[in-house]
């Protein structure tokens, strides 16, 4: 249903006379075109205490970052996060790809059998492209080498193990990074002085699932322990902190999964623009 567009200037006037003055403190929802995030006509304009400290640790983490700067990225598809890897790869030093999306790089690089694990079709197009500008940029980037496998998307399903040169039997497939996997990742984390993570490496949810992501979890609480700035990138990630209680043990825990998302791809949303102006 479209908004008639007299109801909805109706709307933002009425949101208009309820105040004096307009602060802004929803970095949730900062990157949505809302009557409340951009439709309020005050003179005086502000960002919350909120809106501020997100906005001061993604500014910092983006344009002057402590190095070895890593970025961790997880979730399912390439093709959602093509513009977070591209733009990334123009900040980092190192990126950590795991989680669904790795078996689309895993089969379009090593060729490798991925049963019926994720496969994104159109994001497969760009992968060599990205490999590309990650290798003119100087920026190292390590995928998963091994599997914790299920015979069926289920939380009970039957599990095994695979490798990257043994492939994923057909009918299989992976739901988390295995143990050698983890030692990789673990070690990458260990050498960064900042790291921005948006997406968990398995399916954490469950149980049988989430051995990779909660030992990546631990290390980089670990390493924020030793002066490290790690940024948790809202959305699963967030909820991987309040999975694990670890939500006061790294430096930032976003309020914002699409929000931070934008902002890590380089978007500069309109609210954003707007309270840039304040």
């Not at 690089?109 to 492209?129: A, C, P, Q, R, T």
């Amino acid at each position: 249903i479209k908004a008639e567009p007299a109801k909805v200037e109706a709307f933002r006037a009425s949101l208009s006379k309820l105040g004096d003055v307009y602060v802004n403190d929803a970095f949730g929802t900062a990157h949505r075109a809302h009557s409340s995030m951009v439709g309020v006509n005050l003179p005086q304009k502000a960002a919350g205490f909120l809106m501020k400290k997100e906005l001061d640790y993604f500014a910092k983490a983006l344009e002057s970052p402590e190095r070895p700067f890593l970025a961790i990225l997880g979730g399912a598809k390439v093709q959602d996060k093509i513009q977070l890897i591209s733009n990334m790869l123009d900040k980092v030093n190192e990126m950590i790809i795991g989680g669904g999306m790795a078996f689309t790089f895993l089969k379009v690089l090593n060729n490798m059998e991925i049963g019926n694990s994720l496969f994104d079709e159109e994001g497969s197009k760009i992968v060599k492209d990205l490999m590309a500008k990650a290798e003119k940029n100087g920026v190292k980037i390590t995928l998963p080498v091994d599997f914790v496998t299920a015979d069926k998307f289920d939380e009970n399903a039957q599990t095994g193990t695979a490798t990257v040169a043994s492939g994923i039997p057909a009918g299989w497939m992976g739901l988390d990074c295995g143990p050698e996997s983890v030692k990789k990742f673990v070690e990458v984390v260990g050498r960064a002085k900042q790291i921005v993570w948006n997406g968990p490496v398995g399916v954490f949810e469950w149980d049988k699932f989430a051995k990779g992501t909660k030992a990546l979890m631990d290390k980089v609480v670990e390493v924020t322990g030793k002066g490290c700035i790690t940024i948790i990138g809202g959305g699963d990630t967030a909820t991987c902190c309040a999975k694990w209680n670890t939500e006061d043990k790294v430096s930032h825990v976003s309020t914002g999964g699409g929000a931070s998302l934008e902002l890590l791809e380089g978007k500069s949303s309109f609210i954003f623009i707007c309270l840039s102006k304040c």
